[in-house]
Structure formats: structure tokens, C-alpha cells
């Protein structure tokens, strides 16, 4: 089945830095992908759909210049967490499906501390 | 929008026995995914379900989907402690499956052995 790897798997940072998230479809080609954020005893909410080649979409609330999403291949799109804050730590997880795929494939998650 | 209302929340049971977990949409079902779990990990595919009245099998799990009811029920046979995590039910949010997904809020199995 497709493979979709996050890297890295979890990252500690201090408050007012950035951190960068990578999400790579091995072994497919994904036109789209989508983060998502999850925190602690909650469910997955939807931050940003990724199209390769375009801007991202984001949802309601969620800040456009705050979280970067950069998806400049087929096979990978990236979550910059800029000027992280302790309310920013979460479990990000990236998902994605490319053409011909029924299902989304998700990645292992990385787990964001901001002390 | 819509959501989707998961239930029950948490569900503990001795190991052998059966369980199901139900999957409730206030709006119209396109694709009905299931996923599992574990609390700070990736999720786990387990089944996908589009049209009213499948029903799919793997293993010893058991996911139907009612159309109508606008509903998916996971049923679990003979419960394992491997079968211990969080299981996720997730609806296409657009007519097709290339959508994103929006997630009920989980139920959290815990199987005694």
C-alpha cells in the first residue's frame, strides 16, 4: 500500500522560533495533501489542504502566516510552525491521496512541544 | 458543516467479547472511512465504505454503512488486547474521495485481558 512518511517524528523548540515539518508520499505521487492537527483526547481537525503547484487552502481560523505549507513536488509538502508558542504544541499529521487513490493515506504524525 | 458523533466515547471490555462502535453524520455520508489509533500515533487504515448497505470485513472487524440512517457501525468479534486503541471515523466532506476528511471525536477501546 502507499507509504506517506513524516519527518521529524517529534521536535521540541523554544517559544519564538520555527520549525519545519516534512510529509513525502514514497511511493505514489500525491497532488494534494492535507494537514491536520490533533490535540491531546481530541479529534483530528483539518488546518490546510496542500495542492502541489499552488497555494494552500487553509480553514477557518487557522493562520496563513503563521502556519507555512509549501508543497513544491508530487511527493512532498512541507509545514513550516513559524514564531512557535506553547498553545502551538500538537500532534500534526499529514495525510494524502493522489489520482487514482480511494483512500488517504496518512503519515506517523510528529509531535510539537514549544516550551 | 458537518460532523460526525462517535459512540460511545470510551468502551472497556474483557477480552473475548464483543463490541461495536457507531459512526453518526448530520449530513449526507460520501465515503465512510474507519481508522485506529493509538494516542499520539499515525492512524491505521482499516476500512472504507461508499455506498448505503456495504459492509465490509477484515479480520475480525466488521464496518456496515446505513445510508439512510446516515450511520456506520464498527463491530469487533471476539475482542483482543491488540484491538486496544483509538478508533477513528472519518466522512469525505465533498462528493468525491479526494476531499479532506472531518473525524468524530474517537472512541478509545480498552480490552482487559
Known amino acids: 500500500g502507499a507509504v506517506v512518511s513524516q519527518h521529524p517524528s517529534w521536535v521540541i523548540c523554544k517559544s519564538g522560533t520555527s520549525v519545519k515539518i516534512e510529509c513525502r508520499s514514497l511511493?505514489?505521487?500525491?497532488?494534494?495533501m492535507f494537514w491536520y492537527r490533533q490535540f491531546p483526547k481530541q479529534s483530528l481537525m483539518l488546518m490546510a489542504t496542500?495542492?502541489?503547484?499552488?497555494?494552500?487552502?487553509?480553514e477557518q481560523g487557522v493562520e496563513k502566516d503563521k502556519f507555512l505549507i509549501n508543497h513544491a513536488s508530487l511527493t512532498l509538502s512541507t509545514l513550516t510552525v513559524t514564531s512557535a508558542h506553547p498553545e502551538d504544541s500538537s500532534f500534526y499529521i499529514c495525510?494524502?491521496?493522489?489520482?487514482?487513490?480511494?483512500?488517504?493515506?496518512f503519515g506517523p504524525g510528529t509531535r510539537l512541544t514549544v516550551t | 458543516s458537518q460532523e460526525l458523533e462517535q459512540s460511545p466515547q470510551s468502551l472497556i471490555v474483557q477480552e473475548g467479547k464483543n463490541l461495536t462502535i457507531n459512526c453518526t453524520s448530520s449530513k449526507t455520508l460520501y465515503g465512510l472511512y474507519w481508522y485506529k489509533q493509538k494516542y499520539g500515533e499515525g492512524l491505521i487504515f482499516l476500512m472504507m465504505l461508499q455506498k448505503g448497505g456495504e459492509e465490509k470485513s477484515h479480520e475480525k472487524i466488521t464496518a456496515k454503512l446505513d445510508e439512510k440512517k446516515q450511520q456506520s457501525s464498527l463491530h469487533i468479534t471476539a475482542s483482543q488486547p491488540s484491538h486496544a486503541g483509538i478508533y477513528l471515523c472519518?466522512?469525505?466532506?465533498?462528493?468525491?474521495?479526494?476531499?479532506?476528511?472531518?473525524f468524530g471525536k474517537g472512541t478509545k477501546l480498552s480490552v482487559k485481558p
Open positions: 472519518g466522512a469525505g466532506n465533498y462528493g468525491g474521495s479526494q476531499g479532506n476528511l472531518i
Open positions: 511511493d505514489f505521487q500525491a497532488t494534494t
Open positions: 495525510s494524502a491521496g493522489g489520482a487514482g487513490v480511494n483512500e488517504q493515506y
Open positions: 496542500s495542492n502541489e503547484g499552488s497555494k494552500a487552502t487553509y
